[in-house]
């Protein structure tokens, strides 16, 4: 006797506990042989109990989890695993009457004798009430389709068998033989509409299929999902990725007939374009696409307008790696030597071979000058100079937004036009004028420096990071802002190995500003009361100061004089190279930073401290002042903080007479000092860049399938699919 083929029944569970007892003992009941039954369920991250009740109540049931919430990609997957000759689509909701599968499987061994080509066969699919769910699918106008009977009463009058276009997959037996020759199910539909598109690929291969009235099945529509919400989103969205794939002449005339554009939810629309645009490109022929994609856009533009569907066009290119990303790097400040600077240009290294990379300034600045500054390679990075009159007028190197008041036009204007060219845009200096014009865009705040002024634009950004805990804090206070991330700036500047020859030498870095922020003056103070109060044990100690700086630099000149005047063996070094900075970190003993002290306002503290933390990872003990980023960095083993010059000059003195008296405690904290600088090292920082970026560019360079847990949570449209 010949054996009766194998059949396999894939049911596709989420969260679906209260059913699956009553679906498995439905399918173990039917009047087949139980050993010629394999029962798959692929599960779709379930929070509740149904896997354990399955292991516990249904040890046949071999048990897969699909790695996303995808019903379609459940369905493909259950396929590979499934042994059967025949391959049945079952939901979860569903329940098998005893004569389901005797009904449904003489249609195939009648079709292989007369050579039909019958893909799929189905039963009469009714509501636990009795009344008609589907015998099958039909098309209606304005491109739906809809359950043949939907909601009728069951008076007979689908008790004959016939063919029909497709089939609802609450139940459905497929032959192998199709689901092999056809392909896999398109995982990009999700859930719903899948089975239309399905038929459609089923019939382009000659297939057929059959409706069998004495196969009935009951079903609970909507236990298996959470509803209409999931209906009406997934059959609008998917319903168009069908036009696009393949009625793609249809697609113009299916938008006003759409819930979404009746019921006026563009936004939900503008979520589905990206895909829909890639399954217009991929499924046609460039002919196809040339005649379609242009009067899509043109309708479309006429609700969202021309830039968002530029916008769109422009990150399906990169979605279909037709180009890199580009990404831009806007720095007001960027001719000029800074810790801040710093950090955009590792930033733009660590990304040049992801993205195509444009650091855009205002004051022309070279490649290689960066290069140099920065001992980094930016060989893949554009630089693009960007003048702007309002400040060349004034005849000044720097760039001071400040300036500008609700008065005066907004100068910044010129590079908020020029992020639109950019697939992401990052304001790196914390210019509050810049309104971005990209997809995404960036503002890297080192402090908020100003209040909500005039033009301020910093809550049009997509993301905002802050480089410390410090900066965080001031974010939330001053501009009533969430930042997005914590991102710790770069810092590189370890030695190959740790010096052990230190000079008599204490280092101060810092930019020479005209306001005298960094406390340049107070230091040669200290260090004047130093040498003074303890001439024996600071003999042959010297102090030296370097800092970036403009060209006219009133406080630079007060300096020289006032070290002039007090005869003292202070060193000013203005623009030096990375190489004679690190000469100087090595050399030094101890590092001096006072930023912040006897200051009331907040942007005038350290923001975090990029060069303390570069003197640190050379051995030198910070004595540096407590307030903004710097206790982030400073603790008690690595090094000290002071509130006071006074208390500059006692704990300096301090550590002199401990660097020779105590060697061993000064080389433990010297290696304290060392360990903590490398908890901010460059490598920790591409770390935290490539995990933002990584995100980013798998939001915006690939197309995200939505997840039907999140789409359930959504309000309900206002109109049923089934009115139209």
Known sequence: MIPSPICSFIIVNYNGVHYLNSCLSAVYELDYPRDRLDVILVDNGSQDDSLAVVEQDFPEVRIFCNHRNNFAGALNLGIQKAKGEYIAFLNNDAQLHRDWLKALLPAFQASNKTGAKIGAVAGKIRFLDGRINSVGHRRLRNHYWADIGYGEADRGQYDNAKEVEGLCWAATLFQRDCLHDVGEIDEDFVMYFEDVEYSKRCRDRGWTFRYIPEAIVDHQVGGSSTGSVLTEYFCNRNRFLYLAKHEPEQLINALPSSVFWIEQHYDLLYDCLPIIFQKLLEENSNNIVNSVLPKLCQTLKKIYGARDIDKLLARLEVILNYRKPTLAIYDNALHFIGGGQRYLATLAS??????????????????????????????????????????????????????????TPNPFDAISLASKEYDVFINANQVTKVTPLSPISIFMCHFPDTHREAYFAVDRYSLLIANSQYTQQWIRKRWRLNPTTLLYPPVQMQPPELPKDKETLILSVGRFEPGGTKKQQEMIQAFQRLYAAHPQVMQGWRLVLVGGSAKKNSYLQGLKQQIKQAELPVDLETNVSLERLQTLYQKAAIFWHLCGLDETHPERFEHFGMATVEAMQNGCIPVVFRGGGQPEIVDEESGVLVDSLDELVQQTYDLCCQREGQPEAWAGRQGAAQRRGACFDGERFKEGVLRLFETIEAEYGQVTLPNPADVAKRPTLLRELREL
């Open 350 to 407: 660590i990304l040049q071979n992801r993205f195509d990379i444009t650091l855009i300034g205002d004051r022309p600045v070279t490649r290689e000058q960066l290069e140099t500054w920065y001992g980094l390679d930016l060989s893949h990075c554009h630089i693009r100079i960007i003048p702007l009159p309002f400040f060349d007028k004034r005849g000044s190197d720097i760039i001071d937004a400040t300036w500008v008041t609700a008065e």
